[in-house]
């Protein structure tokens, strides 16, 4: 194995712009094409690491031991092996294939992470909030919780930003629990 | 059923079964209406959502101020339009989404969305409907 790992046109957090991502032992860093700050990250602090499909290709979403979360999308499918073993090999943690629910379907089970809220469809995640992107949430009606996006980085990344979802949540829901208080 | 009265039977529909069966543009994060597939894609937090149209309700669009907002209502329980709870559900003890709203500086493009979505949505109850008379 190589001692530096290089990939091109990967997107941090929703980037407009791709950069260059590079991983070694002690950890990765990322830097936009054009030129800017570099973003860099310790391997130690890497608690683990998920695989899926996003928008521009393949992502990979770094789970840190500070709950904060990272993601770098753009990826092939064919680097997948290569990075699993770099995870594996240099950060300690596994790559998990975690695959999106496809099904089209509105239904399925709210789920309270550390770090964000998923929405689960026949135990596949469909997608994904982090708790960081919610300026507000409230008891729109019965059993109706509206959750709120403020100019969060991810929630307004595209040319359509969105500005609110709302939940249908049967039985006896506490505001608590639509907080994630519980968790 | 042995009562003489009809029940509504939920029947299962599928977007895609592989993720390669996205429409390209997805990679731009915006809304996508793929006709093909009866789905409208959303972008959640950047990444691409499948909502089949049968999960769709209806889709409007507004304006305010230099903004546009696309307001997706989805089909759920206890929304009373019509005969009550009419439409069958697989689980009505389930978590629902029940509207997403996007907002864009480009209302022409909304107005362009709600259309294709409305239409995509006329079309499928056709079908359904077509489909139903034959069965009959």
């Known amino acids: 194995m190589a001692a530096i790992e290089n990939f091109d046109n990967i997107y941090l957090d929703l980037s407009k712009e791709g950069g260059k991502c590079r991983f070694a032992e002690s950890g990765l860093g990322w830097k936009p094409t054009t030129g800017g700050e570099p973003f860099t990250l310790q391997g130690s602090d890497i608690s683990g690491a998920q695989w899926s499909r996003a928008a521009k290709g393949y992502e990979i979403k770094i789970l840190l031991r500070n709950s904060n979360i990272v993601q770098l999308d753009g990826f092939q499918q064919e680097d997948f092996e290569r990075l699993t073993k770099l995870f594996k090999n240099w950060y300690s943690a596994t790559l998990e294939n975690k695959e999106h629910s496809l099904r089209g379907w509105n239904w399925g089970k709210a789920e309270f992470g550390k770090a964000e809220l998923t929405f689960n469809v026949q135990n596949r995640p469909a997608f994904e909030i982090p708790y960081s992107e919610i300026s507000n949430t409230n008891l729109a009606g019965r059993n109706e919780i509206a959750v709120e996006f403020g100019k969060g980085k991810k929630a307004s990344a595209g040319k359509d930003q969105m500005v609110e979802m709302r939940f249908y949540i049967p039985g006896t829901t506490t505001r608590k629990e639509a907080e994630g208080g519980d968790a | ?136």
């Open chain 2, 1 to 136: 059923d042995q009562n003489g009265v009809e029940i509504k039977k939920f029947k299962r529909f599928e977007s895609y079964k592989r993720d390669n069966q996205f429409p390209p543009k997805v990679r731009d994060m915006g809304i996508v209406v793929d006709q093909k597939n009866a789905t409208v894609v959303l972008p959640v937090m950047g990444r691409p959502v499948p909502f089949h149209i049968n999960t769709i309700k209806n889709a409007s669009k507004s304006d305010e101020g230099e903004w546009s907002f696309l307001r997706i209502n989805f089909l759920s329980p206890g929304q009373g339009v019509g005969r009550k709870d009419d439409q069958p559900f697989e689980d009505a003890s389930a978590h629902f989404v029940r509207s997403l709203t996007f907002r864009s500086t480009d209302g022409d493009r909304y107005t362009e969305i709600a259309n294709q979505i409305s239409n995509l949505k006329r079309e499928s109850v056709k079908k359904e409907q077509e489909k139903k008379d034959m069965e009959d």
